[in-house]
């Protein structure tokens, strides 16, 4: 086991040096061509054909400016995952119209301000397209995302007035993310009228509507740890994939100052956290974990022990986190490991879903999960393997068609990251 970094110090990665790896020029790509790879992606997810390639979609405007979402296609809906992803992908390409018309839309209609809601102050995860609600709770991968871009978005471009004072706007949520008071209630929810209950394949078990439900922080003080879902009685556990400790690190230095200390420990506890919740001989880790990084069973999502969707993401968070801060060797040991497994079940065709020794659940082969892959080449040792995920991400197209939403979002992500151009925009 490789000692961490002390907690408080600034580690020896991207952060401390302003120096970002471009995997794509170590494989002999010029710039010039990634940024014409990553232009091309966001005008096709962002401004694309609207039936088979846009992700994002302009909606009017009210008093505070223009309205967008973007969306899960599949599933029609627009995700609180969605939206914050898509914000930090605007900030990232200078796109300030793109990033303040979906801030916007998520506080018009996303944002939970009905008091007699236990949620009250967070934002619904899933709603439908028109701004009516399909969830009447909130993801906590949501927030984390809403805090670090509106963060980004104030270091980058300043702090404007109302929704728009951004850094004001990142504090109150984080500060909320740790101090929501604990509220039992009967969230105020209707559906559509004839329509059916709704239960997204994502976030699949929540309690049925008109119960009571008892909502907190997102954060398990204990452990220090990211919660699945505040409260409702699920939040004895958490998701690896929501794990953040590149983000945890700068919300100890920027954050509401009373809720430093906190982040900090939550950056070394997401760390140790990686390295008891993956399989020590794969490197996969589970969707759901409990605290002391065991597979967590659930009767809601049969998936929730396996490596599947929300997992891809799990080596991306790590390898960032890496690449950012250098403050936990063990990471590169993870990194390897999972690219040696992925590797072994072919580069262009393994699975997109495991156990966690390495089972195949499935038979797609999807690109968000070959762009989170070749993020983790940011810590993995340099050599055939790793690039062979870089190029395998450098070759795959844009995403388009019905499973364009998950794919490109976390395929325009990674195309930034593995380029050098998804940077900590800090205080000027």
Same mark, same amino acid.
């Given at each position: 086991?490789?000692?961490?970094?002390?907690?408080?110090?600034?580690?020896?990665?991207?952060?401390?040096?302003? $120096?970002?790896?471009?995997?794509?020029?170590?494989?002999? $790509?010029?710039?010039?061509?990634?940024?014409?790879?990553?232009?091309?992606?966001?005008?096709?997810?962002?401004? /694309?054909?609207?039936?088979?390639?846009?992700?994002?979609?302009?909606?009017?405007?009210?008093?505070?400016?223009?309205?967008?979402?973007?969306?899960?296609?599949?599933?029609?809906?627009?995700?609180?995952?969605?939206?914050?992803?898509?914000?930090? +992908?605007?900030?990232?390409?200078?796109?300030?119209?793109?990033?303040?018309? +979906?801030?916007?839309?998520?506080?018009?209609?996303?944002? +939970?301000?009905? &008091?007699?809601?236990?949620?009250?102050?967070?934002?619904?995860?899933?709603? $439908? @397209?028109? /701004?009516?609600?399909?969830?009447?709770?909130?993801? &906590?991968?949501? !927030?984390?995302?809403?805090?670090?871009?509106?963060?980004?978005?104030?270091?980058?471009?300043?702090?404007?007035?109302?929704?728009?004072?951004?850094?004001?706007?990142?504090?109150? +949520?984080?500060?909320?993310?740790?101090?929501?008071?604990?509220?039992? *209630?009967?969230?105020?929810?209707?559906?559509?009228?004839?329509?059916?209950?709704?239960?997204?394949?994502?976030?699949?078990?929540?309690?049925?509507?008109?119960?009571?439900?008892?909502?907190?922080?997102?954060?398990? !003080?204990?452990?220090?740890?990211?919660?699945?879902?505040?409260?409702?009685?699920?939040?004895?556990?958490?998701?690896?994939?929501?794990?953040?400790?590149?983000?945890?690190?700068?919300?100890?230095?920027?954050?509401?100052?009373?809720?430093?200390?906190?982040?900090? !420990?939550?950056?070394?506890?997401?760390?140790?956290?990686?390295?008891?919740?993956?399989? &020590?001989?794969?490197?996969?880790?589970?969707?759901?974990?409990?605290?002391?990084?065991?597979?967590?069973?659930?009767?809601?999502?049969?998936?929730?022990?396996?490596?599947?969707?929300?997992?891809?993401? @799990?080596?991306?968070?790590?390898?960032?986190?890496?690449?950012?801060? $250098?403050?936990?060797? !063990?990471?590169?040991?993870?990194?390897?490991?999972?690219?040696?497994?992925?590797?072994?079940? /072919?580069?262009? @065709?393994?699975?997109?879903?495991?156990?966690?020794?390495?089972?195949?659940?499935?038979?797609?082969?999807?690109?968000?999960?070959?762009?989170?892959?070749? @993020?983790?080449?940011?810590?993995?040792?340099?050599?055939?393997?790793?690039?062979?995920?870089?190029?395998?991400?450098?070759?795959?197209?844009?995403?388009?068609?019905?499973?364009?939403?998950?794919?490109?979002?976390?395929?325009?992500?990674?195309?930034?990251?593995?380029?050098?151009?998804?940077?900590?925009? *800090?205080?000027?």
């Amino acid at each position: 086991m490789f000692a961490q970094t002390a907690a408080g110090s600034d580690g020896s990665g991207a952060y401390r040096t302003g $120096h970002y790896r471009d995997l794509f020029a170590e494989q002999g $790509h010029s710039q010039k061509q990634s940024r014409a790879k990553i232009d091309a992606a966001f005008q096709q997810l962002f401004h /694309g054909d609207k039936n088979t390639q846009a992700l994002y979609y302009e909606v009017g405007r009210n008093e505070n400016g223009p309205l967008a979402y973007i969306t899960d296609v599949a599933n029609r809906d627009a995700r609180t995952e969605g939206m914050s992803y898509g914000m930090m +992908i605007a900030v990232q390409m200078n796109k300030k119209h793109e990033f303040d018309a +979906i801030w916007n839309w998520a506080n018009t209609y996303m944002l +939970i301000k009905d &008091p007699a809601n236990p949620s009250v102050g967070y934002f619904s995860w899933s709603m $439908h @397209t028109d /701004g009516t609600p399909r969830s009447d709770s909130p993801a &906590p991968d949501g !927030e984390e995302y809403f805090v670090m871009s509106l963060y980004f978005a104030a270091n980058r471009w300043g702090n404007g007035t109302g929704i728009y004072n951004y850094k004001a706007q990142a504090d109150r +949520i984080l500060s909320l993310m740790r101090h929501h008071p604990v509220k039992t *209630g009967i969230p105020p929810f209707r559906l559509k009228p004839n329509e059916p209950p709704y239960v997204p394949a994502a976030r699949p078990g929540l309690p049925p509507r008109n119960r009571p439900q008892k909502v907190g922080p997102m954060v398990n !003080e204990q452990y220090k740890m990211i919660l699945f879902v505040p409260g409702q009685d699920r939040n004895g556990f958490t998701d690896p994939s929501y794990h953040l400790p590149a983000f945890y690190e700068l919300w100890s230095r920027w954050g509401p100052i009373e809720d430093r200390p906190f982040w900090a !420990e939550a950056a070394t506890a997401s760390r140790g956290f990686f390295q008891k919740a993956t399989n &020590p001989t794969t490197g996969l880790a589970p969707d759901y974990a409990d605290f002391d990084g065991k597979p967590h069973g659930s009767g809601f999502n049969p998936m929730s022990a396996n490596f599947s969707y929300d997992s891809w993401r @799990t080596a991306s968070n790590w390898s960032v986190d890496y690449s950012w801060w $250098h403050k936990d060797a !063990e990471e590169t040991v993870l990194s390897d490991r999972i690219q040696k497994f992925l590797f072994s079940q /072919g580069i262009s @065709t393994f699975s997109d879903q495991y156990t966690l020794e390495g089972k195949p659940l499935s038979h797609r082969h999807s690109t968000g999960m070959v762009a989170t892959a070749a @993020t983790a080449s940011l810590a993995a040792t340099k050599g055939p393997i790793s690039k062979a995920f870089i190029d395998e991400l450098w070759n795959s197209p844009i995403p388009s068609g019905e499973q364009r939403y998950y794919d490109g979002m976390l395929y325009m992500m990674s195309m930034l990251h593995c380029s050098g151009n998804f940077r900590i925009w *800090g205080p000027k």
